[in-house]
């Protein structure tokens, strides 16, 4: 199994920017996307943006030209940059590891942008 934990988030001013990591452990070797979803309170969890093994990536259309999704493999880690900021993208943010027989999800980072 594989295991997530997303760090990185916080209250950043409309504009800003916030760098969200996620640290994978376990089964590291099978995990072929990694992905970074968000889900405000009594909404649908939305996909933001992933990265395959392979480096090719895919981004929802309020993230594309502001967010980009990365991971360094060497150290079994994830990232979302996310720049430009707004009220709208305030949530929490979590990351998901897909294998070819499961997913794992960590337990979420909360991002605010006042407005």
């Known amino acids: 199994q594989v295991q997530l934990v997303e760090s990185g988030g916080g209250l950043v001013q409309p504009g800003g920017s916030l760098r969200l990591s996620c640290a994978a452990s376990?089964?590291?070797?099978?995990?072929?996307?990694m992905a970074w979803y968000r889900q405000a309170p009594g909404k649908e969890r939305d996909l933001v943006a992933f990265?395959?093994?392979?480096?090719?990536?895919y981004y929802a259309d309020f993230a594309k030209g502001r967010f980009t999704i990365s991971r360094n493999s060497a150290k079994n880690m994830g990232y979302l940059q996310m720049n430009d900021l707004k009220p709208e993208d305030t949530t929490v943010y979590s990351c998901?590891?897909?294998?070819?027989?499961?997913?794992?999800w960590g337990q979420g980072t909360q991002v605010t942008v006042p407005s």
């Open positions: 998901k590891a897909t294998t070819k027989s499961y997913a794992s």
């Open positions: 376990g089964s590291i070797y099978s995990i072929n996307v």
């Open positions: 990265i395959t093994r392979g480096g090719t990536t």
